[in-house]
């Protein structure tokens, strides 16, 4: 496979069909995501442990957090795939329903995390994904805020910023990231996107008519606030109880009109300034 980079336009918001063409990539291969099914998902683990050995991500303190078998919290520098355990009462009030789900980078269509960066660190890839080059990062932390799923952040005694990879390393060798791999329940499945949204809508179908009528798909929709996930799920509730934000929206979506405003206000402070001298010149 060959690709080269031109410049890209970048835009920040909106329906995007080719991410990486639009970051610059000529001949990019078809951009690759995560399909995570959440109603297959038996809590092992493995892509937590999968990730770690793949990528040599640190541990992250062995915390007994005491309140759920899950103890690692949530994504961080140190976690870059999160199972969570999710304890809800059933209706009847006898007894509880377990809901699990692995949790990663979203590797969104319109990265706010890539667009705040001022090192060039974050980089879009051939493969449309989202990575942090770990030797250009500065550790500003601009990106740990402008991400609208709370997924960055920077690690302690280090300070640059660390998240999923997508295995970028394994995709250039062909091969499928390493949770992807080892899961055994095929909860997380890894391929072209098109493809995934297609398989995803139809065993939502199944789902759903195996009486699950609160199943949904999350981030799999183009015209969502980031423009589709490259990281989407099958989720058995709302997205709030798995600890997902309902209505995410790139933080840097209206950048280009508080520019323009700005502008305009400058200018009118400028002609304001320039006509008061020229007054009092008279």
Not at 144 to 169: E, F, H, M, N, S
Request: glycine content about 12%; aromatic content about 8%; proline content about 7%.
């Amino acid at each position: 496979m060959s690709v080269s980079v031109t410049t890209g336009t970048n835009r920040l918001a909106g329906p995007l069909a080719d991410p990486a063409g639009e970051a610059g990539w000529e001949g990019a291969p078809p951009r690759v995501g995560f399909f995570t099914d959440t109603s297959v998902c038996i809590g092992c683990k493995a892509c937590e442990v999968a990730c770690k050995e793949w990528n040599r991500v640190p541990d992250d303190g062995f915390r007994f957090l005491g309140h759920s078998y899950d103890n690692t919290g949530g994504l961080s520098a140190s976690t870059w795939r999160h199972v969570a355990f999710v304890e809800k009462p059933l209706p009847d009030g006898k007894g509880l329903a377990w809901l699990m789900s692995s949790d990663v980078c979203k590797h969104c269509t319109h990265a706010a995390c890539l667009d705040v960066c001022p090192t060039g660190a974050l980089l879009r890839t051939e493969f449309g994904t989202v990575v942090v080059q770990e030797d250009v990062c500065n550790g500003c932390g601009y990106c740990v805020p402008a991400c609208p799923y709370g997924v960055i952040d920077q690690r302690p005694g280090d300070g640059r910023a660390w998240k999923c990879t997508l295995c970028y390393d394994r995709l250039g060798q062909g091969l499928e990231p390493a949770c992807a791999k080892a899961c055994p329940t095929k909860s997380i499945q890894f391929g072209p996107l098109d493809e995934l949204r297609q398989r995803a809508r139809s065993r939502l179908a199944e789902v759903r008519a195996s009486g699950a009528a609160s199943a949904r798909l999350y981030g799999e929709d183009p015209g969502d606030g980031v423009g589709g996930a490259g990281a989407f799920f099958l989720l058995l509730d709302e997205p709030e109880v798995y600890g997902l934000p309902p209505d995410p929206v790139v933080t840097t979506r209206d950048l280009p009109s508080m520019w323009r405003r700005a502008a305009v206000a400058a200018g009118a402070l400028l002609a304001g300034a320039a006509a008061a001298f020229l007054g009092a010149a008279q």
